[in-house]
T-cell receptor, first 112, second 113 residues
Framework: GENVEQHPSTLSVQEGDSAVIKCTYS??????FPWYKQELGKRPQLIID?????GEKKDQRIAVTLNKTAKHFSLHITETQPEDSAVYFC???????????FGAGTRLFVKA | EADIYQTPRYLVIGTGKKITLECSQT?????MYWYQQDPGMELHLIHY???????EKGDLSSESTVSRIRTEHFPLTLESARPSHTSQYLC????????????FGQGTRLTVV
């Protein structure tokens, strides 16, 4: 079955710096890669996603890149702010009746 | 309002008790999940359902059961609660199809004493 590995498990950056979180997946049939943000005491919520027919997608300060050959995808946050502090989860899915598989999460701390 | 609801939000219960955590969604989603999550940590899949009467065990399923008799309802039962079950339990739902978003409930925080 699908396996998603996520690194690093913890990331601490200074406000204004960039943050990068990386994930790898095992099943080449996976074709949808969402990212979820979970703030302290809240539920995970989708922040951005990318489909297998796209290499990069950007939404204001966040961007995702996908390398299908290497089975890697990454989340990039630029000009980080304290409110970006949260746990970020990557995920991979194949659609249909297959379940979405989540990475182990990255705890991002943005220091003011 | 279309959403996914979990009850209770908080539960303190004695060891050995049988408990059922409720999860309902009003979005007509076919896929539903139960996760166990300690604060800020990994989402551990307990059970997954891809439709009525279809369920699949996850990594942590051995001490719990689920049922999916109706599309909107996916309860999780712990037959005999133990202190090691103390955690947060998150329910999620997701439409069938390619590239669909998963929606999470607000969670049930369970403490077994």
């Amino acid at each position: 079955g699908e396996n998603v590995e996520q690194h690093p498990s913890t990331l601490s950056v200074q406000e204004g710096d960039s943050a990068v979180i990386k994930c790898t997946y095992s099943d080449s049939a996976s074709n949808y890669f969402p990212w979820y943000k979970q703030e302290l005491g809240k539920r995970p919520q989708l922040i951005i996603d990318i489909r297998s027919n796209v290499g990069e997608k950007k939404d204001q300060r966040i961007a995702v890149t996908l390398n299908k050959t290497a089975k890697h995808f990454s989340l990039h946050i630029t000009e980080t702010q304290p409110e970006d502090s949260a746990v970020y989860f990557c995920a991979a899915s194949m659609g249909g009746g297959f379940k979405t598989i989540f990475g182990a999460g990255t705890r991002l701390f943005v220091k003011a | 309002e279309a959403d996914i609801y979990q009850t209770p939000r908080y539960l303190v219960i004695g060891t050995g008790k049988k408990i059922t955590l409720e999860c309902s969604q009003t979005m007509g989603h076919d896929k539903m999940y139960w996760y166990q999550q300690d604060p800020g940590m990994e989402l551990h899949l307990i059970h997954y359902s891809y439709g009525v009467n279809s369920t699949e065990k996850g990594d942590l399923s051995s001490e719990s059961t689920v049922s999916r008799i109706r599309t909107e309802h996916f309860p999780l039962t712990l037959e005999s609660a133990r202190p090691s079950h103390t955690s947060q339990y998150l329910c999620a739902s997701q439409p069938q199809g390619y590239g669909t978003e998963a929606f999470f409930g607000q969670g049930t925080r369970l403490t077994v004493v």
